[in-house]
């Protein structure tokens, strides 16, 4: 059974184009989306969405910088909500991450494609580094209260974000081992937190500490 268009009438027909753009995306997957058929949902001419997107890969990037700034103020407001404390905001952060990546995981995986390609803009990019440079903010405040070991804040944000996106992308994947789901992200952040912790491990390979 068709269901009816999404007629548009009156406002942003750019935003009502991305709206529109990824419920295509949830429901259907990356190649369903076709400018032409965005239109026709929102009952405007089939040349309307030239005025704002030239062509599909336009909008792809488009939906990309919106996921990544949505995720980014996310984030943030989870860390600022969260309390003072290194374990607190990192829990924060990660079941924020977790929750968006397992609601989203289409759009999540096209951010970081469209992240990658050669094309994407200075504007993409920035907004996707965004996410990382508070896992790197964290950390350099949690060393400064001594609740995270001594080290380059850049390498330890790269061994955080590769546990923490890599648990995400399972979960939004459906890929977690049975019944991983009721404990896995306790036990991934965890695991982080015993990582970090000043005093719980080897100075990193390469540092002044490490022999």
């Known amino acids: 059974m068709q269901t009816a268009p999404h007629r548009y ?13 990824e419920e295509t995306l949830r429901e259907k997957g990356r190649g369903a989306l076709s400018l032409r058929e965005l239109a026709r949902d929102l009952g405007v001419s089939h040349a309307a969405p030239g005025r704002h997107f030239k062509d ?12 990544f700034e949505r995720l980014g103020a996310l984030l943030t407001a989870c860390r600022e909500q969260a309390g003072e404390t290194f374990a607190r905001r990192l829990d924060a952060v990660a079941r924020a991450y977790v929750d968006f990546a397992t ?17 994407a803009s200075e504007a993409l990019v920035a907004s996707a580094h965004r996410g990382y440079e ?3 903010e964290m950390i350099t405040d949690g060393q400064r209260r001594g609740e995270v070991r001594p ?7 790269l061994a955080v974000f590769s546990a923490l996106h890599g648990y995400a992308s399972l979960a939004a994947s459906g890929m977690l081992p049975p019944g991983a789901s009721e404990h896995g992200l306790d036990d991934t952040i965890a695991h982080i937190l ?3 912790a000043p005093g719980q491990s080897p100075p990193l390979p390469g540092t002044a500490g490490h022999r």
């Open 9 to 21: 009438h009156h406002g942003d027909l750019r935003a009502a184009l991305l709206n529109r753009a």
């Open 56 to 67: 599909k890969q336009a909008l792809l990037d488009a939906l990309a910088l919106s996921g």
């Open 103 to 119: 609601a989203n995981a289409e759009l999540l995986d096209l951010m970081y494609a469209a992240k990658h390609e050669p094309a």
């Open 134 to 136: 508070q896992i790197i």
């Open 151 to 157: 080290g380059p804040a850049e390498r330890l944000t």
């Open 194 to 196: 015993r990582g970090c």
